[in-house]
């Protein structure tokens, strides 16, 4: 690698900035804690904010660090508008997002509009004044079926598992009415047809944009809405959020009249802010209505995280996602993880975990030159793989306990980041040998933000180079279209314009080494194989599992 290894940030005037930002999640209970009880905090965020401007980000999204009682991670929200203890204070929140544009970093924020906590002040006053309460319309309490009310109100099953319905008790101790929760009994789903929650989010969203966050990440922003009526499914089996049909509760359109609106809040700020729609749809289509014009800004593509590494399945998804979006005139989006999924370094890697650290330094290189804007998951920049032997007693996933442990395995992307020396916790939190929240693995001490820093071998080092050429090269991360080559069975490679130059990027998806002609690549910019692409006599060997950057002439 002959790039430099730091970046500037980019001015927070840039222009449309989210088009082809990279924004990095922080995951904020594991990524620094700054007191020592074991739990990441906004402190801990704030004093590792020079990190992230080295490593070449724009933005930072900010998983939920609202008041909750943690049954499912903080998305379980009990005041929308009050940090918990456990990360902090609204001051330091205000702290955080004013030295973060200080460094030229944007903050995005969770906002959780589906549910809240079982102990939001309005959902314990509607269980306290019992059926017939005002407040029971901004839920889904429904009686039961069956002659004493004893069966839930349809067969919706919770993709934590078990029915999403609980039977609350009545204020006389008697059985009572039941309310609808999608994911655990603790996150009572809102109702958006109450005028009461829309004017309340609007508040919310005015409450974090007046404190200056540069927007929000909506989660299962396709959740919102559910059809008239709440409708029988028709079968029993526990469905996850990407699923292959239509469903009830997911991707009704009366979700798009929400996001118009609070698109034209956003526009009353200045400075561009923005939203990202965590919208799990059937298709990509479906997920670029989420982003046409007057709605949301970004939509995640989740079908690209999903992708099997195969040249022409890669190539098929990225020209299907390409096209939606452009339809919408909306930038395209690149993960591949996030704080719910596996570790695409275990993902890729089929039982053979050298295998899948190759393949995804060569994906994250695949991603970045892309055109539109790439999300990083803490600790991928690191090569982090999932952490599959955490003992059961520890687990905090409430999907795991509620499904026998078959379900709800999200802890193993979740644990803590090693950042430096030989032992736990790593410099996650400042007391050598103290606690965290998940226990570390003993091998991560080599896979800490000291022990890669300056290795040109590292996966760190790897990003931080990727960063500044994307940084610097016009022709990555702008646009909406790549011109494909065909170059070998196998190898995915398309071409990318600039007016300062074009860039040809070229992945090797095989598990052996393929020779290509090397005319009209140009110059090596940038490779995820050790050793780089041997070149000769016009011909180049690409390495097995990687990706390459050429400066094309």
């Known amino acids: 690698m002959t790039a430099p290894t730091t970046a500037p940030a980019r001015a927070r005037t840039h222009p449309d900035w989210w088009q082809d930002a990279v924004i ?80 030229g970093l944007r903050v995005i924020v969770d906002v959780v509009p589906n549910h809240c906590s079982d102990q939001h002040p309005w959902f314990l006053q509607a269980l306290r004044e019992g059926s017939g309460s005002p407040l029971r319309a901004r839920f889904h309490f429904r009686p039961g079926r069956g002659p004493g009310g004893e069966e839930p109100p349809n067969d919706w099953i919770s993709l934590f598992g078990g ?15 039941w309310y609808l929760h999608l994911f655990a009994p603790q996150q009572p789903d809102l109702n958006w047809d109450s005028t009461a929650v829309r004017d309340e989010f609007r508040s919310i969203l005015r409450f974090w944009l007046d404190l200056g966050v540069d927007g929000f990440r909506i989660d299962v922003a396709h959740g919102l809405v559910k059809a008239p009526g709440l409708p029988d499914l028709g079968r029993h089996e526990q469905l996850g959020l990407l699923g292959e049909q239509l469903v009830p509760y997911f991707d009704q359109d009366g979700v ?36 046409r014009p007057g709605e949301l800004h970004q939509a995640f593509n989740f079908k690209f995280l999903n992708a099997p590494w195969d040249a022409d399945g890669l190539r098929e998804l990225i020209a299907l996602s390409l096209a939606s979006m452009h339809a919408v005139d909306a930038p395209t989006t690149w993960t591949l993880s996030n704080h719910d999924v596996i570790r695409h370094a275990s ?45 059961d007693e520890v687990r905090q996933d409430p999907a795991f306990h509620r499904s026998d442990g078959g379900h709800g395995l999200r802890d193993g992307c979740r644990v803590p980041l090693p950042w430096s020396g030989t032992g736990a ?121 990687s990706t390459s950057w050429w400066q094309a002439g």
């Open 24 to 103: 990095y999640q922080v995951y904020p209970r594991s990524f620094a804690d700054s007191d020592g009880d074991g739990c990441g905090d906004l402190a801990g965020i704030r004093s590792r904010l020079g990190y992230l401007r080295e490593l070449g980000v724009d933005a930072l999204w900010i998983s939920p660090f609202y008041t909750s009682p943690q049954a499912d991670g903080g998305y379980d929200v009990a005041d929308y508008r009050a940090v918990d203890p456990v990360y902090g204070t609204v001051g330091d929140a205000d702290a955080l997002i004013t030295d973060a544009h200080a460094l």
């Open 163 to 177: 029915p999403a319905w609980t039977r609350t008790t009545d204020p006389d101790g008697t059985p009572g009415e």
């Open 256 to 291: 798009h009249e929400i996001y118009r609106s609070w698109r034209t809040l956003l526009e009353e700020y200045p400075g561009q802010r923005i939203a990202v729609a965590e919208a799990w749809t059937k298709t990509l289509d479906r997920t670029a209505r989420y982003v």
């Open 347 to 391: 993902r890729y890697a089929e039982g053979d975990p050298a295998r899948g650290l190759r393949r995804a330094r060569a994906a994250a290189l695949l991603m970045l030159a892309l055109p539109g804007s790439a999300y990083l998951y803490q600790g991928e920049e690191l090569g982090l793989p999932e952490v599959t032997d955490i003992p």
């Open 425 to 545: 916790p790593y410099g996650f939190g400042p007391v050598p040998g103290g606690p965290a929240w998940l226990p570390q693995p003993a091998e991560w001490a080599e896979l800490s933000v000291e022990a890669q820093t300056g290795d040109p071998r590292s996966v760190l080092e790897l990003y931080r180079s990727a960063l500044h050429v994307r940084r610097s090269n016009p022709a990555l991360g702008a646009g909406r279209s790549v011109e494909w080559l065909d170059l070998a069975p196998g190898v995915l490679a398309f071409r990318r314009d600039s007016e300062a130059g074009a860039l040809v990027c070229t992945v090797n998806t095989t598990g052996e080494p393929v020779r290509i002609a090397g005319g009209g690549l140009g110059a090596l910019l940038l490779s995820s194989a050790e050793p780089q692409p041997a070149q000769s006599s016009g011909q180049v060997l690409l390495a097995a599992d």
